[in-house]
């Protein structure tokens, strides 16, 4: 049987790392949380499920999730979001692959999102693939601010694991606009310090697609009421990306300027 590290960094999760922990008894032979700073009941209910509990600044997604890997005790690891579990058919997929040896493969995941209750199956939401059971000498998270991945030594093969990954992402729409706003910020960011920028023809046109291909495409419309709110704040979100990118893109082509013509007086 492989020994299981599971590992979770966490803030201010208080209403989702109960249920996390709960989910990986029985799988995990250790479980280390990195958390960033919570000012809530985070950490007394992880040593209330036994967990290592760990705090330590917070340097971004990727980078901190590297470190809480760094600390685990098992080279094998499994990667979760504190909103996330595993459901019963992911779990017994774990169990008996654990009992063989997980062998030198990485594995991935469905995950399936729950949206203000509801279940999403559509928008282009599930299956949305995740491998986050790997070993830690194959793999290592990389990104700038947001969307972290999972970068894979060349020649790894990944297999698939039955069972989804519950994902418990916004319990009100409020949520999800408030979280669309900080995501594009650090999206805008993101793309500006990559050289990206926006025209006004992606602002117009790239939110309508958005909504098109979410809604109609990815059958978004099946999920009833919450997949059409999803979407529209999917294509909203959009035009708030490409939006932020170019006043962010114009404010600093001109300081750009002024510190030149500063430069250029004698």
């Known amino acids: 049987m492989t020994l299981l590290s599971v590992v979770i960094i966490t803030l201010n999760e208080e209403r989702n790392i109960g249920r996390c922990l709960a989910s990986v008894r ?4 250790d479980v280390v ?5 919570s000012a809530d009941r985070t950490g007394e209910i992880c040593r209330e499920y036994g ?17 809480a890997n760094s600390l685990a005790l098992h080279p094998w690891i499994l990667s979760l979001d504190a909103d996330e579990a595993l459901s019963d058919e992911l779990r017994d997929s774990l169990q008996k692959i654990k009992k063989e040896g997980f062998s030198g493969v990485v594995w991935s995941m469905n ?6 209750g509801s279940w999403i199956k559509h928008c282009g939401w599930y299956p949305d693939k995740k491998i986050r059971l790997f070993h830690r000498d194959t793999a290592r998270w ?5 969307h972290e991945t999972l970068e894979i030594n060349t020649g790894i093969k990944v ?27 650090l999206a805008a960011e993101e793309a500006i310090s990559k050289g990206k920028s926006a025209g006004c023809a992606g602002i117009i046109f790239k939110p309508l697609l958005r909504f098109i291909r979410d809604y109609f495409f990815r059958l978004g419309f099946m999920d009833g009421y919450y997949g059409y709110v ?16 170019r006043q962010l893109g114009r404010i600093r082509s001109s300081v750009g300027l002024k510190q030149d013509k500063r430069d250029s007086n004698p």
């Open 159 to 185: 297999n698939h694991l039955k069972g989804d990954l519950l994902h418990f992402s916004y319990y009100t729409i409020g949520e999800h606009v408030a979280q669309a706003n900080r995501y594009t910020d």
């Open 33 to 37: 949380v990195v958390d960033s700073g």
């Open 51 to 67: 967990a290592r509990f760990v705090t330590h600044p917070w340097q971004g997604f990727a980078e901190t999730k590297n470190f």
């Open 230 to 245: 999803i979407c529209r704040i999917s294509a909203h979100a959009t035009f708030l990306k490409y939006s932020k990118i």
């Open 111 to 116: 995950r399936l999102t729950n949206y203000c």
């Open 26 to 29: 029985g799988i995990a032979d």
């Open 142 to 146: 990389a990104g700038l601010l947001i």
